[in-house]
């Protein structure tokens, strides 16, 4: 579970429609204490400040939110340095050029955009590690966000290749920084309807390709509260034991091979198939006359 008054830094803050936000507000209903980070004040008001009219002011003014760019070794420094002991930290962070990085064919010559992408999307979490780990004595927890990279999804590209590296390096940290007791671990997430997802080409026909091969319904929208669940789970004291790991939270997907077949597509409305059952069974028991 989160320790009660315990600090949490989420980073990767963009609007309510993130797994950021989600995870946070997860965290502060089961009493911990949460500080989120931005990348700089534009992008706050930008995507914050103006882009959450569903939020109230004074919802917003109770947020603890810092900035800090992850690609500036000083800005992460301080940013630990200034919040003393935490707890946890939970890595939402990425970024490609979709203009480069992304779309119809993986070979660009925007070297320069290739190496922005890694950076932020896979180097910066041993940046955070780094300067994370000194302030967590008595031991802690690493979380970042993934995204299926044992396969390779049209149009994602060097971003699929990116969060691949992100895997490896959890793996890395986790050997690294087990002596400390700070435990680093991935949670690779099904498609999800957030801000940055809306950047990625075509990335409707993605959530179509997912109601073909998850076994359990999936909800782009919906299912972030899930993967905040388990984000949570990794945080928390009941994951002690557990380092270096992915953990898919996805519907299953990431374990079929092929479509499914018509018959092994989810159903609908579970309640009515279980009255359904339930009916079956009383009628097995009613005595022969």
């Known amino acids: 579970m989160i320790k009660k008054g315990g600090t949490y830094v989420v980073m990767g803050l963009l609007n309510t429609d993130s797994i950021a936000y989600a995870t946070g507000k997860m965290i502060e209903e089961l ?12 992008m706050k008001k930008i995507f914050f400040d103006r882009g959450c009219p569903d939020l109230a002011q004074a919802e917003k003014d109770a947020m603890c939110i810092k900035y800090c760019d992850v690609t500036v070794e000083n800005e992460v420094r301080n940013l630990f340095r200034d919040l003393g002991e935490v707890d946890g930290v939970v890595h ?36 955070v590690s780094q300067f994370a780990q000194e302030h967590m004595p ?19 590209n060097w971003m699929g290749v990116n969060k691949a590296a992100l895997e490896a390096l959890v793996r ?8 400390e007791h700070v435990r680093v671990n991935a949670v690779s997430a099904g ?20 109601k073909k091969i998850s076994p359990l319904p999936w909800d782009p929208i919906k299912d972030k509260q899930e993967v905040a669940h388990a984000v949570v789970f990794l945080l928390g004291d009941y994951s002690r034991k557990i380092t270096g790991q992915t953990l898919y939270v996805d519907g ?13 597509k989810p159903i609908k409305s579970m309640p009515a198939k279980k ?10 028991e009613k005595p022969i006359t």
């Open 275 to 284: 009255r359904l059952i339930q009916k079956a069974a009383a009628e097995l």
């Open 252 to 264: 299953g997907a990431s374990v079929v091979g092929g479509e499914l077949l018509k018959h092994e």
């Open 191 to 210: 498609p999800l309807t957030t801000k940055a997802a809306k950047s990625i080409p075509h990335f409707a026909a993605l959530t179509q390709t997912w």
């Open 138 to 156: 008595k031991g802690g927890s690493i979380v970042t966000l993934s995204f299926s990279s044992q396969v390779a999804f049209p149009y994602y």
């Open 92 to 127: 939402s962070i990425a970024y490609a050029n979709p203009k480069t990085c992304l779309g119809h064919h993986i070979y660009t010559n925007s070297f320069d955009d290739i190496k922005q992408g890694f950076g932020i999307s896979c180097a910066s979490l041993a940046t």
């Open 172 to 179: 890395a940290l986790a050997r690294e920084y087990g002596r």
């Open 31 to 42: 009493g911990g204490r949460v500080i989120y980070t931005a990348q700089n004040d534009r």
